[in-house]
């Protein structure tokens, strides 16, 4: 089974602050993995697969990129809007989430 | 517009089991894939496994294959997951989701939440 580590656990940011989100895959998952977003309360938010591909809908400011085993996740100027936890979800060999990440405002 | 509609939240008792259903509408059901995923409060997402509604197949991740049981209804486009035996672990909330071809998760249902106590 594949394992995703994903960091950090929680993230403290300021409005406009550019904060990044990390996942590293126990093993090469070909770029098959996807961001997403969730609210408390609510339902995961597609906002990210393959990688880098926005889903429709995702304000520009959110980007990822990687390879191989290690992905990243971005959000450049940081909104209130964007307070919520943040998944990762490989999807080259059955599914696994990452531990996800609380984005708190500082 | 895709909808995923889950039943409402269940109380169940230790050792009992419980039927959850998941409606779908706005696409064509057996195109898709629907898997469930369980989030136990606070914590993060596990794939439990998923049903391919047009042939009936289904894949469990491991962990899950003795306590989950995965159903579809084609005449009404309603999928089903079964817990059997539960315990204070299996309180949680549970989300069905769906995949294409591409095999991601895009649009997910409400969640519903699931509380084993006697």
């Known amino acids: 089974d594949i394992q995703m580590t994903q960091s950090p656990p929680s993230l403290s940011a300021s409005l406009g602050d550019k904060v990044t989100i990390t996942c590293q895959a126990s093993?090469?998952?070909?770029?098959?993995i996807a961001w997403y977003q969730q609210k408390p309360g609510k339902a995961p938010r597609l906002l990210i697969r393959?990688?880098?591909t926005l889903e429709s809908g995702t304000p520009s400011r959110f980007s990822g990129s990687g390879s191989g085993r290690d992905y990243s996740f971005s959000i450049s100027n940081v909104e209130s809007e964007d307070i919520a936890s943040y998944y990762c979800?490989?999807?080259?060999?059955?599914?696994?989430f990452g531990g996800g990440t609380k984005l708190e405002l500082k | 517009q895709v909808n995923l509609l889950q039943s409402g939240a269940a109380l169940v008792k230790p050792g009992a089991s419980v039927k959850l259903s998941c409606k779908a509408s706005?696409?064509?059901?057996?195109?898709?894939?629907i898997h469930w995923v369980k989030q136990s409060h606070g914590k993060s997402l596990e794939w439990i496994g998923y049903?391919?509604?047009?042939?009936?197949?289904?894949n469990y991740n491991e962990k899950f294959k003795s306590k989950a049981t995965l159903t579809v209804d084609k005449s009404t486009n309603t999928a089903y997951m079964e817990l059997s035996r539960l315990t204070s672990e299996d309180s949680a909330t549970y989300y069905c989701?769906?995949?294409?071809?591409?095999?991601?998760?895009?649009?997910w249902g409400q969640g519903v939440m699931v509380t084993v106590s006697s």
């Open positions: 706005g696409y064509t059901f057996t195109d898709y894939y």
């Open positions: 393959y990688t880098s």
């Open positions: 049903i391919n509604p047009n042939s009936g197949y289904t």
């Open positions: 093993q090469n998952i070909n770029k098959y």
């Open positions: 989701t769906r995949s294409g071809l591409a095999y991601y998760f895009d649009y």
């Open positions: 979800l490989q999807y080259d060999n059955l599914w696994t």
